[in-house]
């Protein structure tokens, strides 16, 4: 039996707890954590910024593809 996987969080104090299994895995970094780990803000995720510009930029051309412009209310 492989031994567990520990929590790869390296703080301030390394965390020994054991990582999760499904939903300790970090898509961002593919690192695995423990449950208090494993948001991308609790261990200082390395690829969270350009994880947030990803999505501004998708928010950003879904609400330029949705704007309304005077021409398609002309035709009413």
Known sequence: MPAKKRCQ???EERCNSAALRIVGSCPHCRSDFCGSHRLPEYHNCT???DCRQQAFDRNKAKLESERTVAS???TA
């Open 9 to 11: 969080f390296t703080g």
């Open 47 to 49: 690829n969270l910024q």
């Open 72 to 74: 398609k209310m002309a």
